[in-house]
């Protein structure tokens, strides 16, 4: 109550400053009234009286100033003071403002956009209650972790474990969606009945399926649908007559009941879930045993912890993977079980999450340390300008200010200067994470990933202003508060000309240097990737994703229709070569099959880690992969027995000191134990050549040991890639996009791309690493050449008379040429050789994300010496010539 009765009387003091000076005034009037009145009781006369009340009371003025500092509302009134004044000197002085402002934005604007991204990929929750309660399991294998569940390790894990209420089971699917006989794609997903009650999720309109939804056919009312918010937005106009809407999905009959709410799109990061459907809805094949593809999380019940969730799934993991896998077939494959772990679930899953912490926290400390060479930069300017004002704040000092409230003044400066930076750094950065959500996107799409501002956000980027302040106000406000009024008076800002940058400067080359090396290795990483043989030849192919869903096919019509495509595409002008292929290359996933082999004597060849392709006839000759034995498949071979091609690699490790042509290769599903046991010709193949290594699966990898099999024409379904070598890829392009429409109208429009869009997206981390060091070292380098150049030239203005002095002495201009130059040379030099130390113990940070590149390298240590003095000689330069042209009559007239 008293704290509340301060506050009242501090904002009524605030408010009507008048009515309270007149009320002071009647209080001490009144109080000396009553003095008065008690002397002459006591038998003073009138005039002593008056005179002895006088003299205890004390100053009028001082008495009501002591009033007036006992309240909270001096102080805020001080301060007001002190932004207006410091206000009023940033207007004065436009130029400075502006490029102060615009330093400490660019640096806000930088750790805003990375911390946005990091806080959307690695730290956001799920929009649900209480997601600090949501576990998620996970599975791996020998080279593999963070796997998805199968069906039946998810029903094991739901009767076994004891510390969730309950669990639930979420895949990520593509639709068809058919309405007014209009078919589209939708993203989407299944999920199991009790899914809503597990995350507690609420809807916006309408209501959710239960576990009686969840069920072969959808119960008595089929199957049920809920949209995702912005789906009904797009799509019904946020029309509640959407409620009991019907929809065709993938031929299915569904009614829509339901809308989600704002802000939820998914349980799976960066992929938007528009239309969710029951897990029952996918037919009994997607829940083989050895199907991975279900995120699994559960919610603990109240007192349960990650930790007991952890200690119960050591318990019942054995359990879990009999039940799961009784056959020993899918769990229990290629010699060790799989593992199963339980980890947090307040996120959610994110496959960004495990391709981007690592580069997200490089890329955190890169902008923290351009943020800090901000700081360093506006330091510098804000050291120019208090240095500019050493008289005044003597003459404040001389009048009796105190330190505390010079450091005050100055310190508030620079708060305003961080306030303005932090608006429009919350722009820049909001701009700059939409700019590199773009950039993680692959083939024509972007990741569902919402990067607006938001209170974690806005509350970070306030921190980050209030750091900056911090660090580029408080070493200028300690300098200058330390005035001597009796020296400053009469010397003013020449005192500090010595120590003008002494330090600043030197750090700012070294967080340059830092910043430099790490654009070099990342930017040489990316080109290394890029240059690296492949096994392919990119350059005139183009690939195309065909759906031929929509169009309803019978297993027949399609393989005719299929077939009918790629003749169709091959009797285009300008095609080279045309393939089907299973996946394009360098897929996102891929699973590994067991094969092996049989020696001339008897001797077993097996592998658990060999990648199989399918293809059709005319894939080497597309691809550019060379044949350098036999030949590559043919369309006859399509007539006859299982034919293949096997990577170099491939045939060295099953054939090895023997001929591989004419041999055959076994598959072996996923048991290890069929080691030759069951040499069934329908599991075999002959390879009829052997093809160059190819880095099928990644380009920062190794190639694999492949196996590309020749796909009869009946094997293709209603998905494949299709592929054509071509003159021109507009050439490739119209021929793709024409077979389609013309053989099957009703298919979906293909999704139309590159070989070498694919390799950029593919290489979509590294080029953000790229593109962002290179350009935070640009802006490094750009702001220490801006920062020595300020320096410098400062220092010549400020030693005018000694450089008079000198030349009056017989001193040339030449010699205060070297005298600038070598004060110069001495900071980047000092600054370098910091930061190529730190440099070189920094690099294990981002060992895990070079491929072919070293911090020790010759020809990176010298073409960053080469940049580093390239930008230093323009700002060595300019005040060295300045310094030439000193005349020393007026330098000594003038001082």
């Known amino acids: 109550m008293f704290g509340l009765r301060n506050l009242v009387a501090g904002l009524r003091a605030l408010a009507r400053k008048e009515q309270t000076e007149r009320e002071m005034d009647e209080e001490l009037r009144a109080y000396l009234v009553a003095a008065v009145e008690d002397k002459l009781r006591s038998g003073m006369s009138q005039e002593k009286a008056l005179r002895a009340a006088r003299v205890e009371m004390g100053s009028v003025e001082a008495a009501k100033e002591e009033i007036r500092v006992a309240g909270w509302e001096a102080a805020a009134e001080s301060l007001w003071q002190d932004l207006r004044y410091g206000a009023r000197m940033l207007r004065k002085n436009p130029g400075y403002t502006a490029v102060a402002i615009l330093t400490l934005a660019l640096g806000i604007g930088a750790n805003t956009a990375i911390f946005s991204l990091t806080y959307a990929v690695i730290l956001k929750s799920l929009p649900v209650p209480n997601p600090g309660e949501l576990v998620r399991y996970t599975s791996s294998e020998p080279g593999a972790s963070d796997l998805s569940l199968s069906g039946p390790v998810y029903d094991a894990l739901r009767k076994h474990e004891t510390v969730n209420r309950d669990i639930l089971a979420w895949g990520q699917a593509d639709f068809a969606v058919e309405e007014n006989s209009v078919m589209t794609r939708a993203s989407g997903a299944l999920m199991t009945g009790n899914g809503f009650r597990v995350l507690e999720l609420r809807p916006y309109l309408g209501r959710v399926f239960g576990e009686s939804g969840d069920v072969s056919g959808g119960g008595p009312d089929g199957y049920q649908a809920v949209l995702g918010y912005s789906y009904w937005k797009q799509h019904f106009h946020e029309g509640r007559a959407v409620l009991g809407h019907p929809l065709s999905i993938n031929g299915c009959a569904v009614t829509v009941i339901g809308v989600l709410p704002p802000g939820f799109d998914g349980l799976i990061a960066g992929e938007r879930a528009e239309i969710i459907l029951p897990l029952s809805f996918e037919g009994p094949q997607w829940h083989a045993p050895g199907n991975n593809w279900l995120t699994v999380i559960g919610r603990l019940k109240p007192g349960e912890s990650l930790q007991s969730a952890k200690a119960n799934l050591k318990a019942t993991a054995a359990i879990v993977r009999e039940e799961a896998d009784p056959t020993h077939l899918f769990l229990y494959g290629f010699g060790s079980p799989f593992q199963f772990a339980v980890e947090s679930g307040r996120s959610g899953r994110s496959f960004l999450k495990v391709d981007y912490s690592r580069p997200l926290l490089v890329l955190e400390i890169l902008v923290g340390l351009l943020l800090l060479l901000c700081c360093a930069n506006t330091a510098l300017l804000v050291l120019a300008r208090m240095s500019g004002r050493f008289r005044e ?62 209170l974690a956000i806005l509350a970070f980027a306030a921190a980050t202003s209030f750091l900056s302040a911090l660090a580029a106000g408080i070493w200028p406000a300690l300098r200058v508060s330390r005035v001597d009024p009796a020296l400053d008076l009469k010397q003013g800002e020449a005192r500090i000309a010595k120590q003008l940058g002494a330090w600043i400067v030197p750090a700012q080359v070294a967080v340059s240097v830092t910043l430099l090396v790490a654009a070099s290795l990342l930017g040489g990483t990316f080109l290394h990737l890029l240059l690296e043989n492949s096994g392919f030849q990119t350059n005139g192919v183009v690939m195309a994703d ?47 099959a067991y094969y092996f082999s049989l020696g001339k004597h008897g001797e077993i060849h097996s592998d658990m880690h060999t990648w199989p392709a399918f293809i ?116 490739g ?85 070297v005298l600038v130059i070598r004060d110069g040379v001495k900071l980047v030099l000092l600054g370098g050789g910091l930061g190529l130390a730190v440099s070189l113990a920094a690099t294990r940070l981002l060992r895990t994300l070079l491929f072919g590149v070293s911090a020790t390298e010759p020809w990176m240590l010298i073409g960053v010496v080469a940049v580093l003095l390239w930008i230093a000689f323009p700002a060595c330069y300019i005040p060295a010539r300045r310094a030439t042209r000193v005349d020393p009559m007026v330098a000594l007239r003038h001082e």
């Open 393 to 454: 704040f003597a003459v404040r000092s001389a009048l009796g200010a105190a330190r505390g409230r010079l450091i005050r003044q100055a310190l508030t400066e620079v708060g305003l200067l961080a306030a303005a930076g932090l608006a429009g750094g919350i722009w820049l950065g909001w701009a700059a994470a939409q700019s590199l959500v773009a950039v993680l996107g692959g083939i024509g799409e972007s990741p569902s990933i919402d990067v607006t501002p938001r």
């Open 546 to 592: 065909v759906d031929l869903s929509a169009a309803k096919l019978t297993g027949m019509q399609r393989a005719q229709d299929v077939s009918q495509i790629v003749e169709a595409v091959e009797k285009a002008p300008g095609i080279v070569a045309a393939t089907l292929l299973s996946s394009p290359p360098l897929p996102d996933g891929w699973a590994a």
């Open 616 to 731: 059709s006839p005319g894939y080497f000759a597309a691809m550019g992969t060379r044949i350098t034995e036999g030949r590559a498949p043919a369309r006859a071979d399509q007539n006859g027995s299982a034919v293949c091609v096997l990577s170099a690699s491939a045939a060295a490790y099953f054939f090895p000191n023997e001929d591989a042509l004419g041999q055959f290769v076994y598959s072996g599903g996923s048991d290890p134990t069929n080691d030759g046991k069951d040499v069934d010709p329908k599991n075999a193949c002959q390879v009829v050549g052997v093809a160059e290594d190819a880095r099928f699966m990644s380009l920062r990898e190794a190639a694999p040991r492949m196996l590309y099999r020749l796909a009869a024409a009946g094997d293709w379904g209603t998905s494949f890639t299709l592929a054509v070598r071509s003159s021109g890829t507009e050439n």
């Open 733 to 817: 392009a119209a021929a793709l996009r024409k077979a389609v429409h013309d053989v099957v109208p009703t298919a979906f429009p293909p999704t139309l791309f590159t070989f070498n869009e694919l390799v950029n997206s593919h290489l979509q981390r590294e080029r953000m690493l790229m593109m962002l060091s290179l350009g935070f070292a640009g802006i490094a380098l750009l702001l220490t050449a801006l920062g020595l150049y300020g320096v410098l030239a400062r220092s010549v203005t400020l030693r005018t008379r000694e450089i008079g002095v000198r030349v009056a002495l017989g001193a040339r201009q030449q010699d205060m040429f």
